[in-house]
Structures are given as structure tokens and as C-alpha cells.
């Protein structure tokens, strides 16, 4: 340390660069492996195969596509993680809204009951709603059930990601607004749907942000709480993987991968700010 | 009218309260059931905890080890997080840009594909997983960006002067890092830390993917049980005693919480 003081200027800046080594090599670079996989050969050759295979995987050409098992995974998981965010937003959106508003003097210890349930670990915590779906009787083979059961497992695990962006947007807002519309005239109603809604939108990004995607992806969850029969594609990833097809797996993710660039993008989630960040920076 | 709502309001709370905690509740008056199954209630008893705490078994050792990993992984992350942090804040807005939206790949990224990809680099380049390097790594990606976004925060909040006045004080630079502005950012390290500890223990697929194949870690031993063994049943009884355990734990933090918060306001008061 002392001789980099004494041969170069120290600068606060030339911190980055560990970090920076770091991201390049365990983030940037798996991700071009995987880009490198999805197009090519155990020879290492650029091939087309692996996105043929995966459009075209009966020999029907693309119209066969639309009835394909790959097909049917992604309709598959974006219902269900369409759905788990839905319900995941429904529930959470009220009751962060409630403690946020609430005269409770420690709002933060209410908060807490919703985050500490997080400290059980995560399988514990599905292998308790498996344990409890065997007893109401709802752990059987009807394929209805089975989407049900995982869309709750979802719902249960990423709910409390939802919670904390909503509740730190939803405190931050200046009263002074809301006393405002309401002396302008507005309604409750009317101030919530002018005022509240529109400013914890960034909350409500980066929720959807949490759980969307991660409810694609989770297999454990779909894994455990059926008969391993609901096929999501993170499961469809982890079979190719296991089973050593790491060139049509890498193209799913591939897929996936882009799929993540997008929404965010398009969410503006590259450059959000810290604050709304969900799993609780903010909270301890 | 506004009783109603109140009323209401507080259902729902309720209402959502018990969804989240009936399960581990569940569990948690299951684990002094006799009988390893849950369907049949054979008498009260505390077999499953003699089991779990009965250093012989591999429960406790599994939770032993799993929480030495997840230490071990947060205070990695969290030195390589602040370094990193206090780096990206006083970079060039370029390259902070550009670091920033990195770090958030990992954040946003499904967890599958983050580890498949670590899987294929660790691969690529030939590192035996027995030496617990990639299972380390790995977890660091999954923690370490969250460091970041904890700290980073803190560094916009501090107050800037302190450091060129230290620096003008005669303090080396390292001196002024470490008792300017580290004592400033501690409390955004701390939570890094902790959530590192939360996520390291949570962790499935990224564990699966890297980890040594003889070292388990709670979530992947769990999910590798077969219930319809008669050992399989035994041991994953034993984490209900386990489940059980962390429950009480939590109630006890909401409840210090709680006590905390009421002497804050009463000394306040005073």
C-alpha cells in the first residue's frame, strides 16, 4: 500500500478497479461464454443447429413451433409468473400503503413482521407450504392444482420483495401533496389516482422487476410443490444443464437473458435509483 | 364508516400476516409431533429436536457448516463491495455509469442463468469445485452487487468536506478513507453485510451448480431428501425442530424491536 502511495498519485478512484476486475471476469465474461455456446458446436464452430433445434424442434418448421414442448414451457411460466405478479402487486400495494399510512408510531416494526419470515430458509419455507398443501389435500396430480399450488409458492416466496419497494415509495412521498389536492378539492380517491399512485410508480417497477422474472425461473418452487410435472424455464435451463446439453441450454438462456435486458430497458431499471431497490438495502 | 375501514384495513394486514406466517407455524407445532409425517399426530414430543441438536446427525452440522459459508461469503463481498462502492462513487460518471448497470446484472438477472453462466466460466477455465473456490465466488456474485447498492447511498449522504479537510490536516489518504469515511458509511457496510449473510443462506441454484460434491448446504440437502425413505423422513423432521427454532428467534427480534422503539420514544420524551 505504501508503494503505490509513494509511486503514483492515491486516488479514491483506483478503488473501482478491484470491483471492476471482478464484474468483467464473473459477470461479462460468463455471459458471452454463454452467447459463444449458443452458437456453437462441441468443435467450437459457429453453428446455426442449436437455434434451429429449439424453433423447430418437431420438424414441422415454425408453425410446429407453436406446438412444441419449448413453446409450451414459456407460455407455461409467463402465466404463471404473469399471475403471481399480479396477485404478488394486489396484496402488497394495500398493505404497503396501509403501514406506510398508518399512526403506528414504529411503522418500521410492522414493516419487519412482513421482511423476517425471509431468515427461514428458503426450501424450509417451501418444504412448510408443501407440508401444509399435503395436509389441506391440495398436494395431488390434478395439473389445475399443480399450476395453483406453484402461482401461491411464488407468491409466498417473492412477497415480501413486492412489500419493501412499494412501502420505501410510498413513505418518501411529501404529505404536503395529498393536504394539497385535498384543499384543491379532490377526492380521497381521486388524490390517491393523481398523487400516490403516479409517485410510487419507480416502486412498483423495480416489485414487478423482483418477482416477474425470478417467478419464470424458480423451479425449486415449481419442483416442490407439485409432482415435478409444471415445467417452467428455469427448469427447462437446469435439464439441459444436468443432462449435459449445455448448447441448447445456453441458447435458452440466451433467450431469457435477452428477454431481462428488454423489460429492464424499457422499465429504465440500468440507471434506478438505489432507494427503491427491493430485498431490503434499506431496511436494516 | 371510517371504523369499517378501519376495521378493514387491518383484516387485510391480518389476513396477509396469516398467509405468510401459518405455514412456518405449521411446522412449527408439527416439529413436536412423535411421527415423522405430518398426517398423523402420534403424541407431543421432543424427538425431533433431541435429533436436530445430536451433533452425530447431519442436520446441525449441515446448519453449522452452511453458516460458516454464508459468514465467510459476506465478509468477502463486503470488503469487495465498499472498496468497490467507494470507487464507482468517486469515478468519472462514465465509467460509475457503466460499473453501476453491471452491478445491477446480477441483481436483476435470473438466478439460473447467473449460475449457469458461472458454471460454464468455471468450467472453461478448469477450476475443481472441490476447492470451494467456485461455490465462494458464486455466492460473492450473488451478494457483493447488493453491497454496492447499500453503500452507495450512504456515500451521496456524507458530507464531502470531511475528507479534503482531513487530507488538508496532514492524514495520508488511507488514513482519511479509514477513519473519515468508512466510520460515515458504516451503517449502509453493515446492512451489506447482513443481507450478504441472508442471501448466501437462502441460496439454491447457485450453491447447486458450484459447491463441492460432498459438502451440502440446508437448501440443497433439503431438497435432495426423499421423504419416502424412512431417513429422509427422520432428518427433514428435524428441520421442522430447526424451522421451529428460527421462528422463536424472529419472534424475540420483534418483540427487542418493539421494545427498542418504545424506550427511543419514551427517552425522547424526556
Known sequence: ?284 | MVMLKRILKWALVGLVLFFIYFPILFLTVNSFNQSDHIQNWTGFGWDHYAYFFNFENEPIRIVGQTLLLAVIVALFSTVLGTIGAIGIFYSKKRTSGALTAINRVPVINADVVTAISFALLVSFVGIDKSTYVPLLLGQMLLCTPFVVLSVIPKLRQMDNNLYEAALDLGASPTKALFSVIVPQILPGIVAGFLLSVTLSLDDYIIAAYTKPDSFQTISTHIYGLDKNNIMGAKIKAAYWAFTAIIFLLIVLVVIASNVLAYKKTRSKKR
Open chain 1, 1 to 284: 500500500m505504501t508503494e503505490t502511495k509513494t509511486k503514483f498519485h492515491f486516488s479514491r478512484k483506483l478503488l473501482a478497479i478491484p470491483y471492476a476486475l471482478f464484474l468483467a471476469a464473473f459477470v461479462v465474461i460468463p455471459l458471452l461464454i454463454v452467447v459463444y455456446y449458443a452458437f456453437t458446436d462441441d468443435a467450437g464452430k459457429f453453428t446455426w443447429e442449436y437455434v434451429r433445434v429449439f424453433f423447430n424442434e418437431s420438424g414441422e418448421g415454425l408453425l410446429g413451433f407453436f406446438q412444441s414442448y419449448n413453446f409450451k414451457t414459456i407460455m407455461r411460466s409467463l402465466f404463471i409468473s404473469t399471475m403471481s405478479t399480479i396477485i404478488c402487486l394486489l396484496i402488497a400495494y394495500p398493505v404497503a400503503y396501509i403501514i406506510a399510512h398508518c399512526k403506528l408510531k414504529n411503522k418500521s416494526t410492522l414493516l419487519l413482521l412482513f421482511i423476517v419470515p425471509m431468515w427461514v430458509n428458503f426450501v424450509l419455507r417451501i418444504n412448510a407450504l408443501k407440508e401444509l398443501f399435503v395436509w389441506l389435500g391440495i398436494y395431488n396430480k390434478s395439473e389445475a392444482w399443480n399450476i395453483v399450488n406453484t402461482i401461491i409458492g411464488m407468491v409466498y416466496d417473492f412477497l415480501p420483495f413486492m412489500i419493501l419497494p412499494i412501502y420505501t415509495t410510498i413513505i418518501k412521498i411529501d404529505k404536503s401533496y395529498l393536504e394539497a389536492a385535498k384543499d384543491l378539492g379532490a377526492t380521497p380517491a381521486k388524490a390517491f389516482l393523481k398523487v400516490t399512485l403516479p409517485l410510487s410508480k419507480s416502486g412498483i417497477v423495480s416489485g414487478v422487476s423482483m418477482v416477474f422474472l425470478p417467478s419464470m425461473t424458480n423451479y425449486v418452487v415449481s419442483n416442490y410443490l407439485t409432482f415435478r410435472n409444471v415445467k417452467i424455464i428455469g427448469k427447462l435451463i437446469d435439464d439441459y444443464f444436468t443432462g449435459d446439453l449445455w448448447h441448447d441450454g445456453s441458447f435458452i438462456a440466451l433467450i431469457l437473458l435477452l428477454f431481462m435486458f428488454l423489460v429492464t430497458w424499457l422499465t429504465g431499471g440500468f440507471e434506478a435509483d438505489e432507494q427503491t431497490n427491493a430485498r431490503g438495502t434499506s431496511l436494516w
